[in-house]
């Protein structure tokens, strides 16, 4: 089995930064592509940002002067930062990774539980 984990985020402060983690664990034999969705109330799931194995960085246009994704492959872990946090980022923030499992021929979409980030002062 796999889970995504994800910790961090929480209440922060308008201008301030909030960072998150996502880690992997279970029958892992290797993960390609990992990044991050948010998700707000009423709306649908908004794609923030995905890296690469190697490290390729890509991020959704609106938010590319202020976010950062970082993986560590040692970990199977996944990164992100969001700066000059506004209202508006208020939301449900989800990772998720495409996992290659222990014996299998395939790679699968995981996803982690959400978790929250509210912008507030």
């Known amino acids: 089995q796999v889970q995504l984990v994800e910790s961090g985020g929480g209440l922060a402060q308008p201008g301030s930064s909030v960072g998150m983690s996502c880690v992997g664990s279970?029958?892992?034999?290797?993960?390609?592509?990992m990044g991050w969705y948010r998700e707000k109330p009423g709306q649908d799931r908004e794609w923030l940002a995905t890296?690469?194995?190697?490290?390729?960085?890509k991020y959704s246009q609106s938010l590319r002067d202020r976010i950062s994704i970082n993986r560590d492959n040692d970990r199977n872990a996944v990164y992100l930062q969001l700066h000059s946090l506004q209202s508006e980022d208020t939301a449900l923030y989800y990772c998720?990774?495409?996992?290659?499992?222990?014996?299998?021929?395939?790679?699968?979409?995981?996803w982690g539980r959400g978790i929250q980030v509210t912008v507030s002062s």
């Open positions: 998720y990774a495409s996992v290659l499992t222990t014996n299998s021929d395939a790679y699968k979409e995981f």
């Open positions: 279970g029958n892992i034999q290797n993960i390609r592509n």
């Open positions: 890296i690469t194995r190697p490290g390729v960085q």
